[in-house]
């Protein structure tokens, strides 16, 4: 049935009025049913007719098509007039058009709707992939050059393989959507909280590890405190399941090595991290850290460069890496074995030497056999039994081939019977302990019961007494035999620990064992189910891996199950294995791709024209060029040309390779391209000796006649010596020669040269060649003026030699007169200065000396008791002086509280300020309350 014509299908019994159409709008629907077309007139459920068709109709009239007719026919059939029709018509005619304008307007804002809608998602779609764009925009090369430049600078390499680990996980984390949460299976972003496991490196949303965690230790602690006290419960990793405690629950987030909490997204950066060096402690621990920027996955080993000698010490220490510093020298180890017989003959190795693979002869522990066996198993016992004869005489040893002494003999000393109630003392050691005839007593193996037997030898037999015993669940108990184990038929209802299924084992004792059934729960990939043992909490993410290749099949990413669906193909890095467009055999390794291989780089390799030599520039036997079509249009109606790219063939360029060539004076031999090989002047001077022997030829490199065998002499074509003397002077010398350019030695320079005397007071002039050709000890001759030394020596004299080199003599050679005083001063004597120097001279006090000395002291006595009289009269002054002041302030304080006492107290000024202050204050307060009643 078409929709547009689809209404009310009513079970009325109304006829359509004659003349008009069923397709007629609004006169669909009859009788008793309801119109179900909501752009049409339909009736109520009284039978009235909606002439504004706004919904479906209910009209119970009796016409075949409900809605407005049905209720028409009804009115006509009691009015009996066309008049009334004809109006009724004219409302459905308008009823009609109400209903088209109010659909239209439907149309329209569903039309505008649609509209808004569309635009809203082309608006998310676009930061969508604004979004998916700035994840591709990392320059994942510059990244992973600079997070591990500091380690390749260190090593002196820029590759090596113990770096292609950490640099996967490097891509990885760089690639956009590589990182994958094992726990949602979600894509990890780059600028998302994540944790990372110590041991596996696995990196995990820091919520989805948080809530792992959280709902882990909520599925433990519900079991019961019975089989599971309380304790701290650990966690697992949901890749490596290595136990964490829950102290080390992550609840921050941090970088990859730690030192930055909440990292900010760096685009020059690895994502996660903090783009300081890492520092962290290198693993198997050398004492060096890592060199690499803040990165994922574990560290490389150490590239620093250390000395360590081999394993068994014979070659001397030798630079390697401190990773690899553990290294063998190939000979033979040669250490001495355990055995002591023979050498270690396995290469130069780590660790302890192995046993020794040798036999020998080797006795055991008793001495009585001997056998050959390996070295490394010294020590063995026979089977025979010691036998030698203990201290008692009556007994030998019965212990099987041992190394120590075998002791007393067992049966000397106090005995006692089987049961252990009697005592023998005075027992031989040939007799037997008797039984005592009394009850056993011993404890049977029940625990609860004795051994009602005689006291015997040998064990006790079995408990047969009857006991109540319980059930090993507790829930039943019985009479049996003591010896007898009870176990009732109950099956256990606990849960065991995976809290799905009951136990179910007969007679258990709450020690439920482990669900062996396994879980089947389906996973979060939604494509495989849990294959381990039924367990508690969460199943841990799917194990199974799928591939993505690239378009070519060569490259190949495994992703966890239920991240295929959405996944981007991984770029391939395989070589491309398109055949090459020039004369090459094969192109330059380049990764897979789409469009057209990028031009060749090789060399050209082609052979030269005139030379013997290859092309070495850049492939151009087949170069893409833009070439415009010749020829000119007819007319401004024919379109452009446009220009066409089109592969040529250019010619090698001339050869470039450098060949020695001479120049034509002989000085030098130039490279120079093999297209332009030929001699030429090297622009040098010439250089040959003139007749002169002194001077060489100055003129430009020229072609020279050589005369005779010495090819360093000047030719015909050199120029002649027009220069003065020029030859070196002797060492010392500053002077020129002042005759021409002459071979030969040159005279002895008769030119002066001033030189100050030892003293530096006199300028001496000596000749050049005297002073230059003259030893030290002549020097000092000539730089003598002979005048006396002006120095001074120690003692304050003039010192008494000629001008002479170095330092004046010492003070004890000096010679002149000086005088010498006693302790006191008083007395004065004259003596030579050596002697005063040496010590040898002295001048002591005599009696005089000793009476002034004692008349000064009296004399300083007295001067210091008048100076203590004096000042004894002056604090008596002050003291005095100090009395009078104070007795005269007293007798003053005194006078005034007289007249203090006799001043009545209306006179005093103080207390009438008081008064005068009161009353005006009591004044202003009663102003205050009468103004404000």
Not at 9 to 19: D, E, T, V, Y
């Amino acid at each position: 049935m078409d929709p547009s014509r689809q209404t009310f299908l009513g079970r009325g019994r109304g006829k359509r009025p004659p003349g008009e159409s069923a397709d007629r709008p609004g006169s669909q629907g009859g009788g008793r049913g309801r119109g179900l077309w909501p752009s049409h007139g339909g009736g109520d459920m009284f039978g009235r007719t909606d002439t504004r068709g706004g919904g479906p109709g209910t009209g119970r009239g009796r016409g075949e098509k409900g809605g407005a007719w049905g209720q028409d026919a009804t009115d006509r059939r009691k009015s009996g007039g066309r008049g009334k029709k004809k109006k009724r018509f004219e409302q459905g005619k308008q009823g009609e058009s109400d209903v088209q304008l109010d659909y239209d307007a439907a149309v329209q804002k569903m039309a505008a709707a649609q509209k808004q809608m569309q635009e809203s998602a082309q608006r998310h779609l676009e930061q969508y992939e604004d979004s998916s764009s700035e994840e591709e925009e990392l320059d994942k090369e510059k990244i992973l050059s600079s997070a591990v430049q500091s380690y390749n600078q260190a090593l002196g390499s820029e590759e090596d393989a113990d770096l292609s680990h950490v640099k996967q996980h490097l891509v990885q984390t760089c690639h956009s959507g590589a990182a994958v949460c094992l726990i949602c299976i979600a894509t990890i972003k780059r600028n998302e909280p994540v944790w990372n496991c110590r041991l596996c490196v696995c990196m995990l949303h820091l919520q989805c590890i948080q809530r792992w965690v959280r709902d882990g230790v909520t599925q433990t602690s519900l079991l019961s405190d019975e089989h599971f006290p309380n304790r701290d419960i650990p966690w697992q990793c949901p890749k490596c399941r290595h136990d964490y405690s829950q102290a080390e629950s992550p609840t921050r987030y941090f970088c990859f090595c730690g030192k930055v909490e909440d990292p900010e997204f760096d685009p020059w950066l690895v994502p996660h991290s903090c783009g300081q060096t890492c520092s962290r402690a290198l693993q198997p621990e050398c004492g060096h850290n890592c060199l690499l920027l803040c990165h994922p996955g574990p560290c490389p080993p150490c590239p620093q460069m250390v000395k360590s000698a081999c394993y068994c010490r014979k070659k001397p220490p030798e630079p390697r890496r401190c990773a690899a510093r553990e290294w063998s020298c190939s000979q033979v180890c040669g250490r001495r074995l355990p055995c002591g017989l023979h050498t270690c003959g396995q290469a130069c190795h780590a660790g302890d030497c192995p046993p020794c693979r040798k036999e020998s002869s080797q006795p055991c522990q008793c001495g009585q056999q001997s056998a050959v066996r390996p070295c490394a198993e010294p020590t063995w016992q026979c089977d025979k039994v010691c036998g030698k004869a203990l201290s008692c005489g009556f007994h030998t040893c019965e212990k099987v081939c041992h190394s120590a002494t075998c002791g007393p003999c067992p049966r000397t000393g106090e005995r006692t019977c089987p049961c252990g109630k009697t005592v023998y003392s005075d027992l031989s050691c040939t007799e037997d302990a008797p039984t005592c005839m009394d009850t056993c007593g011993k404890e049977l193996a029940c625990g609860s019961h004795m051994c009602m037997d005689k006291c015997h030898f040998g064990p006790c037999g079995q408990c047969w007494e009857r006991a109540t015993k319980t059930c090993r669940c507790g829930q039943r108990k019985k009479s049996l035999p003591c010896n007898k184990e009870y176990l009732c038929e109950t099956r256990c209802t606990n849960m065991r620990t995976c809290q799905r299924h009951q136990c179910r084992r007969k007679c258990c004792d709450g020690q439920c064992p482990a669900c062996d059934q396994n879980c089947g729960r389906t996973l979060n990939c939604r494509n495989h189910k849990c294959p381990t043992k039924c367990h508690p909490g969460q199943c841990y993410p799917c194990n199974e891996t799928v591939n993505i290749s690239c378009p070519c099949g060569a490259t190949v990413i495994t992703l966890p199950c239920g991240r295929k669906k959405g996944a981007r193909p991984p770029k391939c890095m395989q070589p491309c294995r398109r055949p090459p467009d020039c004369h090459h055999p094969q192109r330059v390794p380049h990764p897979c791709h789409a469009n057209d291989c990028p031009p060749c780089r090789q060399r050209c390799c082609l052979p030269l024209t005139g030379c013997s030599h290859i092309c070495p520039h850049p492939c151009h036997t087949a170069v893409k060029v833009l070439q415009k079509p010749q020829g000119k249009r007819a007319g401004p109606w024919e379109p452009e040309p446009q220009p066409v790219l089109t592969v040529v063939k250019f010619d090698c360029p001339p050869c470039q390779v450098p060949l020695p060539v001479q120049c034509v004076g002989g000085h030098e031999i130039s490279p120079l391209p093999c297209s332009q090989a030929r001699p030429f002047p090297c622009g040098r001077p010439c250089g040959r000796r003139l007749t002169c022997t002194n001077h060489t030829c100055q003129k430009i490199c020229h072609l020279v006649t050589i005369a005779g065998n010495d090819p360093s002499l000047a030719g015909p074509e050199c120029e002649a010596c027009e220069e003065g003397c020029g030859r070196p002077r002797p060492e010392g010398c500053t002077h020129t020669c002042l005759r021409s350019c002459h071979p030969g030695d040159c005279p002895p320079c008769t030119q002066m040269v001033r030189q100050p005397c030892h003293c530096k007071i006199i300028q001496l002039f000596i000749e050049c060649s005297k002073w230059t050709g003259a030893d030290n000890k002549t020097r000092r001759v000539l730089l003598s003026c002979q005048s006396p030394c002006p120095k001074l020596l120690s003692c304050g004299h003039q010192c008494s030699q000629v001008c002479h080199a170095g330092n004046c003599p010492g003070p004890g050679s000096c010679n002149r007169k000086t005088n010498i005083r006693c302790p006191c001063r008083r007395k004065k004597k004259d003596v030579r200065c050596s002697a005063l120097q040496k010590g040898e001279v002295t001048l002591e006090c005599d009696e005089i000396c000793q009476q002034v000395k004692e008349e000064k002291q009296k004399a300083a006595e007295q001067e210091k008791e008048k100076h203590k009289e004096a000042e004894k009269q002056k604090q008596q002054e002050e003291l005095e002086e100090f009395q009078r002041k104070m007795n005269k302030r007293r007798r003053q304080r005194k006078q005034r509280e007289e007249v203090d006492e006799k001043i009545p107290w209306f006179k005093d000024k103080k207390v009438l300020a008081i008064l005068i202050s009161t009353v005006t204050a009591l004044v202003f307060a009663i102003m205050y309350q009468v103004a404000f009643d």
